[in-house]
DNA sequence: TATGAATGAGTTTTCATTCAT
DNA sequence: CATGAATGAAAACTCATTCAT
């Protein structure tokens, strides 16, 4: 018996998201996420049961990494300012380093079917946890958890998206945090 | 018989964007959309070089439409808290009245491809020249486009987005305007 | 537009037939269906809506035309002796003459999901009517309907079946019809 | 460890014959036989070369149930009426009893490439020598052996075939049996 | 202009079979 | 002997597009 090749999984995983980046959601095939990765398509259908469950669960599974991303930058001495542009910034870098992650949970989160399989704010809870206490010891402003994600990743993320256009004027992700940091008590 | 054209057209698009809604921009082949539009698979290519150029043409067209609604609702008497209530409400809005444009607009604006067709900025360049007027005035904070549109678009339609989750806290869009009209004054 | 091309249709069903009683109702794919037929795969579904719809449709069309032909060989003034000699001697030309649709219908009739589709009954109501009137003059004998065609239709079929292995001794449909005579008269 | 041996390869041929009643001889894949059998495809090959020798197997091997089923319920006692009561009775029961195997039997004994491997005559050859010793005797009609088998065995299980139709007019295996010893000399 | 038929190239998925353990 | 992983080939079916009318 051979044992499940835990890197042949890996592999399907990063063929699909990179060429959903490239190719957008659409140009994704079956076939072509095979011979990225170097499988049979049939591989694949071991992995998963469709091609359906397949973006459901590598969605579901990669909707936390930017979070995780960010969790692990968080530090307990940051002050509320420092937070804000650990978070906003961080989200920004994340998007730049992990380009094909960033742009297919883009993807997925804007597919109605995929999108109400995962909630942002379970994704970010650990995120959420931290933001808490820094309200509760007054640093931060005390608000809806919707309202504060909205306002902390949604902008981020928006000038990410349209980073080609946006890099002229370089000093957009400093205002953002600038003024984000108004968020501050 | 001029008009008779132009309501095929118009269902053409509507039977597209509805369906993209329903089953994301996957599940919306030229079929379905045909017979959704109740015209023949042939007939969209009258109107249409390609699937790939009606998607364009008609996301290029509809990316307009939220920004032309939000102008709409601008008076020159408002102030600049005003103005920022009627922009983010306004956005929140149409994202429930035009669920499927909005979700069309989201979906093709992740879609790599369909993207960098279209650029933001010039979709909403009459409101932004309101907000430079009114910053002009001193009635807004001065900060480049970007990040004024990233912090005035992108927040709301997050909340638009998770529309179903946040319904429960329905003071979320209140919060949010609230905060905005703080930080961007 | 084009006139949906009866031609093709039979072609279709021909080629499906005939390629059933090579390689059984296993090895009959639509690929090969749709070569036998010159015809693309693709055209298959503008007539049918699956394989197994398919399949359904023309045994449901085809297992009536055994019957037809023997309808076609009864005469008014046949005895009860010819007719049974006009059934039974013209199920087995039939089976020789067609051996591809006999072959066809005998397959499905076996396949459950497709058997239960069909009444034998139902199939040879005309043939069953005439009965029905020999019986009343007193030329036939009185038995229900199944096991009239259970004796009538199942042993010719059954040599059918074997011919090959039958063909030595060509007197068994002879004896099959002299003994039948006895029997149902 | 002989014993677990037999036993795989009996619940890989009960499951083979099982799915086979249930979704014909096309749904009956490999996966799923050995999924029923509880055993792993990989471990059918130890048992057979192909899925199309264990088909032939099969078949070979159970085609001679039935008859021998009926020889078991032949006693030297009986006269010819008897005879013939006790065969076409213990056809039908057989059929009722053993619904999968029947149901594998007249499928594999349509397709034309396994059917051409199996011969009625070879699998009944027992009953048939009881009969011609019925028919030296005198209590039974001479005729050829296929004229006799297709009488004998072809009538009943049209019958069984049709069963769910036929119930409502649960006589007609009396009346066959009766109409039948019409046979008897 | 408008159409439903038609299709080649593609899709997702399953198949019978073999491999590595 | 037995296995679950793996696969190339082929299955059923759909696609965007064009044809003939």
Chains 1, 2, 3, 4 share one sequence.
Not at 125 to 149: K, N, P
């Amino acid at each position: 018996m051979r044992l499940k090749d835990e890197d042949k999984q890996r592999r399907i995983k990063e063929a699909m998201v990179s060429l959903i980046l490239q190719e957008g959601i659409n140009g994704a095939s079956v076939a072509k996420i095979a011979s990225r990765a170097q499988v049979s398509p049939a591989t694949i259908y071991i992995y998963y049961d469709s091609k359906e469950a397949m973006l459901g669960e590598v969605f579901r599974e990669y909707a936390h990494r930017p979070y995780r991303y960010l969790a692990e930058r968080v530090r307990p001495e940051m002050n509320g300012s420092e937070l804000i542009d650990a978070l906003v910034r961080g989200c920004y870098e994340y998007s730049a380093a992990h380009e094909d992650v960033f742009s297919f949970v883009e993807q997925c989160s804007r597919c109605p079917s995929l999108a109400e399989t995962v909630c942002e704010k379970d994704c970010g809870c650990d995120i959420l946890d931290v933001i808490h206490e820094y309200q509760r010891r007054g640093e931060l402003r005390r608000m809806s958890d919707w309202t504060f994600a909205s306002l902390l990743f949604a902008p981020v993320r928006f000038l990410a998206m349209n980073r080609s256009s946006v890099c002229a004027e370089e000093n957009a992700l400093e205002e953002l945090i600038e003024t984000l940091q108004g968020l501050l008590r």
